[in-house]
């Protein structure tokens, strides 16, 4: 143990440097420094020690520096100056002039006043600035990434919405400069000198710009103008003329699944992440001491070997595998940290062996870019061109639709499987089932799709604003950045689906940069103000939705619109009338459909706009059209039969044996002189009996006992079917109360007759006793009387009479006996 922990305080002085990392070719023009910003809290010091820890291991090459924003008082009672290189800024938090509390405006202040009066900013040709709150896993290598003078590296932020919108018209002159970029930034120190006022500048003016911090404008869900600094940089690059290279792959966040080829060399903590029961959020440490608290680490996370065992697909693993990295390459740091703190040697742990090991160091040793890896983005303000014609064979497809884990999209997932397996659709498909944990905790259809699972959005995480309907391209987001897909189409279809024939982008014509989708003609919020207030392009708003067929680049460029765009629809309450929306409701219901036609029109996708792919059970059929897809949103009906999705919300059609939904009528009960009606009629009964047919299948499935059988009578369940029916086809929520009574008065009668019986035989015996009792009294007193002549008498003639007397004892005797059996013969 003493050679061990010896070996780690080596390691910090010998093995990682102290803080200059590998200098080796640190000669104009090849001289790089790293910059990044903090202040003067526990929460900013142990992202210190992770990142400084990661950056040694990384060997990235040439100083880094940190830039510490206090305040003279803060200074006083501040324990951490020694935990980086350090470069004392004044801190901004507080505006000196406007008296704006903004911390954030302390990373371009910092920047600034480091270039201004810094010696290290005189011998340096290229910069890479980072956040505190990440790790680094590899050299960050400008000229390798691609930068050029004049032409900046930067990760992709495509949430920055204001880059398209009267924001960027309003704070640059040249919006068409403006690049969603931000988290890792690398750059010429000249082009560095140029941006850094104008990105100090740019962050004051849109941080005092309070009238446009909405949602709908900046993308911040706060609508605080809390990412004004982020805005600051894109606006003050847009005015400098630098536009970046951008790309979306080499930092990550831990959670996400990486690009198949692609290793990561910055890992950006941002977010929560998760693996199995552990997780990590950083703002549950906001207060956290932890630097200074001898041998405490962060709770650990599971083991690699158990990763293994606990995801099968290797992509997600990999991803799960980069989000240990990221802890433990944390806790590693605050070991080393504790040692030069001079804290005790920490006990033996298998955690502790698990960091000092060969394994570990295996895990973690600096990753290197692969000459010509690095993917970078087009530019985001041409137009992508649609591709007319296939070349080669057909393209793959895969086919999505979102859930919930409640047993109403049980049913409509069993619906939409069965119909998926019978209609020749190309591909895989996989069900977006969104949860809550808890609710994960209780479900019981884990195998009724594919299924990714998302976390529930239905209570927004930040606002608390209840809309389940975001879930749908929160899902979508969430299932591009953590799975490996080899599709180049992606159908997006809506659970309460019936397929009828197979989807595909080459009969329906769609092409990359035109996806194909079907009318929702009722979203009139295209042709007016909503239009004009949400989107730049509003002629390019479609009025579209129910099945999508889009090429997968464009769905990766699209999807972070598609939820940011639906949450800056919801946000806006003043706009939920219906003469702006068509939303009889005017509660903001459909703002995930107007998120997808303003995200699209965002990026100018023109959809092909189709009507005879997908028909509502009710509505009468073009002539000769084939419609692919019964979408069964609304009620439809046949004859006295009819069928509402929203009746069957609280029921559950999975998990009890032959449940269904009530028989549809006979195709030959239909109308027989109009031709149209009866065509429509049988399109309902045909999407009637689909779903009956796939719950058939799924309960035949689950091995449930046929129907009258033994087995089948004892499941209470099933007692009265055609009554759980009756009552399902009323859609009541009483159902299970129904049910219950039922079984319940079954067994309150089983429990009555028992009760009968019982009392009865207790009647039986003691009336045998009373009879008994009388007898022998009676005997007693009629020999006290007749006396000793008697007796002899009788003896003389016993041999005559006894018989009889005997026979007479026995009949009155049993007379009361018979009378009670009688008795409880009627009362049975």
């Known amino acids: 143990m003493e050679m061990r922990w010896g070996l780690i305080s080596t390691m910090i002085v010998l093995g990682f440097g102290s ?61 951490g100056m020694d935990l980086a290189p350090t470069f004392h ?6 505006h000196p002039k406007t008296g704006d509390w903004y911390p954030a405006i302390n990373k371009p202040v910092g920047v600034l006043h480091w270039l201004q009066h810094s010696e290290d900013a005189k011998n340096v040709d290229w910069v890479v600035i980072l956040d505190a709150d990440m790790i680094i896993r590899g050299p960050i290598i400008p000229w390798e990434l691609g930068a050029e003078r004049g032409r900046p590296f930067a990760a992709h ?27 890792l930034l690398a750059m010429h120190i000249d082009d560095l000198r140029v941006l850094a006022p104008l990105w100090l500048s740019k962050t004051e003016d849109v941080r005092q710009d309070t009238a446009h911090w909405a949602t709908n404008i900046t993308g911040d869900v706060y609508g605080k103008g809390w990412i004004s600094e982020m805005y600051g940089y894109s606006f003050g690059a847009a005015e400098a003329g630098l536009k ?41 440490h906001h207060e956290d001491n932890i630097v200074y608290d001898c041998n405490r680490l962060f709770p650990e996370p599971p083991y690699p070997r158990e990763v293994k065992m606990m995801e099968p697909d290797q992509y997600r693993r990999r991803g799960l595998i980069l989000s240990l990295e990221c802890m433990n390459t944390l806790n590693e740091g605050l070991i080393l940290r504790h040692a030069e703190n001079g804290c005790p040697k920490p006990k ?88 809550t944990d808890e609710g994960l905790k209780k479900y019981k259809g884990h195998d009724l799709a594919p299924t990714h699972y998302v976390p529930s959005m239905s209570r927004h995480p930040l606002t608390g604003d209840w809309y389940p309907a975001i879930n749908k391209p929160a899902a979508v987001v969430h299932w591009l950045h953590h799975t490996n897909i080899d599709a180049e189409y992606i159908v997006i279809l809506d659970a309460d689906m019936i397929l009828r024939g197979p989807i595909t982008p080459w009969e329906f014509k769609a092409a990359r940069g035109r996806p194909v989708s079907t009318p929702y003609d009722y979203l009139i919020g295209c042709d007016n103000d909503l239009a004009r207030l949400h989107t730049r392009n509003p002629e390019a708003c479609d009025k579209v939705g129910g099945v999508i067929i889009m090429h997968i680049e464009d769905l990766r460029k699209f999807a972070m619109y598609w939820l940011l765009k639906t949450q800056e629809v919801r946000a806006d309450k003043e706009h939920y009338g219906k003469e702006l929306t068509g939303d009889i409701y005017e509660s903001g219901w459909i703002s995930e459909m107007y998120g997808y036609s303003f995200g699209a029109a965002e990026l100018n996708l023109r959809h092909i706009i189709n009507k005879d792919i997908l028909i509502y059970p009710g509505y009468v059929p073009e002539p000769g059209v084939d419609y692919r897809v019964f979408h069964y949103g609304l009620e439809f009906k046949v004859g006295n039969w009819s069928f509402d999705k929203a009746n069957w919300r609280n029921t559950d059609l999975i998990n009890k044996c032959w449940a269904k939904f009530p028989d549809p009528p006979s195709p030959s009960a239909v109308h027989q002189t109009d031709n149209d009606l009866r065509q429509r009629d049988l399109l309902s009964i045909e999407c009637g009996q689909k779903l009956n047919e796939a719950l058939f299948l799924h309960h035949k499935r689950r091995n449930c006992p046929e129907p009258g059988s033994e087995r089948s009578e004892n499941i209470s369940g099933l007692r009265k079917v055609g009554k759980f029916e009756t009552k399902q086809a009323q859609g009541s929520d009483d159902t299970k109360e129904t049910t219950a009574d039922s079984s319940e008065s079954e067994e309150g009668r089983f429990s009555t007759l028992k009760l009968w019986v019982i009392a009865l035989w207790l009647i039986s015996g003691v009336g045998f006793l009373i009879v008994m009792l009388l ?24 041999s005559n009479t006894g018989f009889l007397d005997t026979n007479d004892r026995d009949r ?15 009362s049975k």
């Open 89 to 94: 800024v004044p801190s901004w938090s507080r």
């Open 775 to 798: 007898v022998f009294s009676t005997r007693k007193v009629k020999g006290t009387t007749r006396g000793k002549g008697y007796r002899n008498k009788r003896r003389t003639s016993y």
């Open 244 to 284: 970046h290279k951008i790309n979306d792959d080499l930092m990550i966040y831990p959670g996400y699944v990486p690009r198949e080829g692609v290793e990561p060399i910055l890992l950006h903590y941002g977010l929560p992440f998760s693996i199995g029961n552990w997780s990590f959020t950083k703002l549950d």
């Open 157 to 183: 932020y495509g949430y920055l919405v204001g880059c398209d919108n009267i924001l960027v018209r309003l704070h640059t002159k040249h919006p068409e400069l403006c690049d969603k970029v931000g988290g």
């Open 812 to 826: 009155k005797k049993m007379a009361p006996e018979a009378k009670l059996n009688q008795e409880t013969k009627s």
């Open 19 to 79: 803080g200059m990392a590998d200098e080796s070719g640190q000669r104009a023009p090849y001289r790089i420094h790293t910059l990044f910003s903090v202040e003067c809290q526990n929460y900013f010091d142990w992202q210190t020690v992770g990142l400084m820890h990661s950056f040694k291991k990384s060997r990235q090459p040439g100083p880094i520096t940190r830039l510490l924003s206090c305040t003279d008082e803060e200074k006083k009672n501040y324990r």
């Open 348 to 435: 033996w742990s298998k955690y502790l062996s698990f960091l000092k090991s060969k394994t570990f160091m295996e895990l973690t040793k600096p990753k290197l870019l692969a000459p010509g890896s690095v993917h970078i983005l087009p530019d985001q303000h041409e137009p992508t061109l649609p591709v007319d014609e296939f070349k080669g064979g057909y393209p793959k497809i895969h086919t999505l639709f979102s859930t919930e884990c409640t047993t109403y999209f049980d049913w409509q997932t069993v619906g939409f499987m069965h119909s998926f397996r019978l209609s020749g659709q190309p591909g895989n498909v996989t069900r977006l089932l969104s949860c």
